[in-house]
């Protein structure tokens, strides 16, 4: 037994299936209620980020807690059977992870970086997301 939590399950096969998964929808509407315009084409870069804002030059990435091991986050702990497996395939997509960010910065991209457990607190999420996204000047005017 593995023992994935059902949402941990959930997450991994909406991601099999390339489909959005809920959080990744969550984080759209947000930004979209906040006045980003985002654009459908992805695939062309590396890692496929979940959302990319072209006017912004920034790529978003909403990733599990669990999959992409949250540093320091209560949801990222380490299923406590077979453990190395775990680890392997954890570390890995952290590994992974690193190596899109520094590929997209490399193209030029800000890379932004939603955590599943921040859409508990959307409001708050929201202003980081502006705050990254505009900078304190361009408060006012999203878009
Ligand atoms: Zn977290």
């Not at 023992?3 to 759209?28: A, F, Q, Y």
């Not at 380490?78 to 690193?98: C, I, Q, Y």
């Amino acid at each position: 037994m593995d023992r994935l939590t059902p949402e941990h399950r959930s997450w991994n096969m909406s991601r099999i299936r390339g489909r959005d998964t809920v959080p990744e929808k969550r984080v759209r509407s947000l930004l979209h209620r906040l006045g980003f315009r985002f654009s459908p084409m992805r695939s062309g870069l590396p890692g496929k980020p979940d959302i990319v804002l072209p006017a912004r030059n920034a790529v978003v990435f909403v990733h599990g807690c669990f999959w992409h091991q949250h540093d320091g986050c209560r949801n990222a702990s380490m299923p406590s059977t077979r453990e190395s497996f775990w680890a392997a395939k954890l570390h890995g997509n952290v590994a992974r992870d690193k190596v899109v960010a520094k590929q997209l910065r490399s193209l030029g991209w800000r890379v932004l970086t939603v955590w599943e457990c921040e859409l508990k607190q959307e409001e708050l999420l929201g202003q980081r997301l502006r705050r990254q996204l505009i900078g304190q000047a361009g408060m006012r005017r999203a878009g």
